[in-house]
């Protein structure tokens, strides 16, 4: 059988993102996929995509922060709620830049379970210092350019992404199927089971 080959783009300060990535492995396993993690520059990707954040309409907002409660509580999983633009998520998306593969999974899935989790303020300036100690992650070289990071985010803007976390299926023949948010991985999976 065919392995689907999906690619999930994020960024660390969306709680959307840590909610979608803790539910990947399991997805990978039941569904025969393997994901491709590709951070992007969030707030970038929401202006050139002529995008508004939520956090600036205020029943948006408010809706939102109900919403991931009872996404947090639905999937099982700790959630910590930071005022969004509080903290600035490009230090640690380089580094996962840096990585590849399954050593990139790791590194991301560690900043996202301590950022959301409540164990790292990120508001500090030591949060990523922290992140590395406490899940022993070994030193990575930090790339002091966003040239990186915003190939990337210029990717996914003309693949057709407004938002994170967005996924793109590919398939044999044709463009790739877009699926934007947590809420759509259920179509994501009948996708995958279809191919």
């Known amino acids: 059988m065919n392995r689907a080959r999906i690619d999930f783009y994020f960024d660390f300060i969306s ?9 990947l492995e399991a997805f990978g396993h039941r569904y025969g996929a393997d994901f491709e993690w ?3 520059n969030l707030p970038r990707l929401i202006q050139w995509s002529d995008n508004t954040s ?11 922060i109900r919403d991931l409660k009872r996404w947090a509580r639905f999937l099982d999983v700790p959630l910590t709620m930071h005022r969004p633009g509080s ?33 790292v ?13 406490q899940h022993q ?8 350019q966003d040239d990186a990071l915003d190939t990337l ?22 463009r790739a199927e877009m699926f934007f948010g947590v809420d759509h991985m259920d179509f994501l999976a009948r996708a995958c089971e279809a191919l």
């Open 153 to 174: 985010t210029r990717q996914a803007l003309n693949a057709g992404a407004f938002g994170a976390p967005t996924f793109f299926l590919h398939r044999k023949r044709g």
């Open 38 to 40: 590709l951070p992007i």
């Open 87 to 119: 903290f600035d998520s490009r230090p640690a998306l380089r580094m996962a830049l840096a990585l590849q593969g399954d050593e990139r999974a790791r590194f991301s899935m560690a900043v996202f379970n301590s950022i959301w989790s409540g164990a």
């Open 137 to 144: 992650l070994p030193a990575i070289a930090l790339p002091r």
């Open 15 to 23: 709680p959307y993102s840590y909610l979608a990535a803790t539910r």
């Open 121 to 133: 303020d990120p508001k500090q300036d030591d949060w990523l210092t922290q992140v590395m100690a």
């Open 54 to 64: 939520p956090a600036m309409i205020r029943n948006k907002a408010l809706y939102s």
